[in-house]
């Protein structure tokens, strides 16, 4: 199975920051790579599909790049409204379907 | 508009059984991949199985954490995909969400499967 690692696992910035996610597979992925945003309670969210395309409807703040094994979310400036838990995904080789530990976005 | 709902959780004590569904709607249900995910209190996603759309074959395919215990159907006729959870374990307590599978065009790869609709999500209680 392939392994997806995310960095850092807890992050604490303000709104209007700048903030960068960086999410590992334990082999090489191509670009099938997903990113998800989960509020509290809340079901996970898909917000950016083939490592660098923006779902419909979601804000052009959000950025992915990366290929291969290594990939980044990137979020321009932060506003309130994205303080929440951030998961990575592949889908190259499946099933199953795994994802990242999480990314743990908190107001500092 | 297209809808998931899960429904079925609810307290169970180990070793007995309990029947998740998802209805779905808002789209044609039969030709989807329906995915089953969950994740434990205060932890990470994790991928439990998925039945595939009728396209595919209907086949199920199980997370090795799972298999043998937990069994996915479907009735397209309903539009319900149905999680029965059988031998049940305390480390199986957790949010339970469906989603279905959907599939995206991206110009470097040509297509890529993602979970587009989620429900909102129904907790397993798995206790004495």
């Known amino acids: 199975d392939i392994q997806m690692t995310q960095s850092p696992s807890s992050l604490s910035a303000s709104v209007g920051d700048r903030v960068t996610i960086t999410c590992r597979a334990s082999?090489?992925?191509?670009?099938?790579l997903n990113w998800y945003q989960q509020k509290p309670g809340k079901a996970p969210k898909l917000l950016i599909y083939?490592?660098?395309s923006l779902q419909s409807g979601v804000p052009s703040r959000f950025s992915g790049s990366g290929s291969g094994t290594d990939f980044t979310l990137t979020i321009s400036s932060l506003q309130p409204e994205d303080f929440a838990t951030y998961y990575c995904q592949q889908s190259f080789s499946t099933p199953p379907y795994t994802f990242g530990q999480g990314t743990k976005l908190e107001i500092k | 508009e297209v809808q998931v709902v899960e429904s079925g959780g609810g307290l169970v004590q180990p070793g007995r059984s309990l029947r998740l569904s998802c209805t779905a709607s808002g789209f044609t249900f039969g030709d989807y991949t329906i995915n089953w995910f969950r994740q434990a209190p205060g932890k990470g996603l994790e991928w439990v199985g998925f039945?595939?759309?009728?396209?595919?074959?209907?086949?199920?395919e199980y997370a090795a954490s799972v298999r043998g215990r937990f069994t996915i159907s479907r009735d397209d006729s309903e539009s319900i995909a149905y999680l029965q959870l059988d031998s049940l374990k305390t480390e199986d307590t957790g949010v339970y969400y469906c989603s279905r599978e959907g599939t995206h065009w991206a110009r470097a790869i040509r297509q890529i499967k993602v979970f587009d609709y989620w429900g909102q999500g129904t907790l397993v209680t798995v206790s004495s």
């Open positions: 082999q090489s992925i191509s670009s099938y």
């Open positions: 083939a490592a660098s």
């Open positions: 039945i595939r759309g009728k396209p595919y074959g209907g086949t199920p």
